[in-house]
């Protein structure tokens, strides 16, 4: 299984972007998919997940601006981020929960990063 991003780039304060992943491989199921990011000097963050019930949860520094969705058809999960800030500036990496046919065992698999970059 693979993760594939996009998205990424340079925004001014205020603007937005959006980011997706798609994931790839044999797949059962996917349990979870969400986005973290880690900023330099600073440990890896939950940023927003979305279960297979369609639950969405979100880091606070983020709700109401941050809006997190899924394609279960597509096994891709996207997150739209408006009225972006310099503290949203980071290496966003995507993760999936997956149970695959060679590994049925949910399992952990994270994407490249895609690096955001909120500058004016």
């Known amino acids: 299984v693979q993760l594939q991003a996009s998205g990424g780039g340079l925004v001014q304060p205020g603007g937005s972007l959006r980011l997706s992943c798609t994931a790839i491989g044999s797949i059962i199921s996917i349990d979870a998919m969400g986005w973290y990011r880690q900023a330099p000097g600073k440990q890896r963050e939950l940023v927003a997940i979305?279960?297979?019930?369609?639950?969405?949860n979100y880091v606070d520094s983020v709700k109401g601006r941050f809006t997190i969705s899924r394609d279960y058809a597509k096994n891709t999960v996207s997150l739209q981020m408006n009225s972006l800030k310099p503290e949203d500036t980071a290496t966003y990496y995507c993760?999936?929960?997956?149970?695959?046919?060679?590994?049925?065992?949910?399992?952990?698999?994270w994407g490249p990063g895609t690096l955001v970059t909120v500058s004016s």
């Open positions: 979305i279960t297979s019930s369609s639950n969405p």
């Open positions: 993760n999936a929960v997956v149970r695959g046919y060679l590994r049925p065992q949910s399992t952990d698999y």
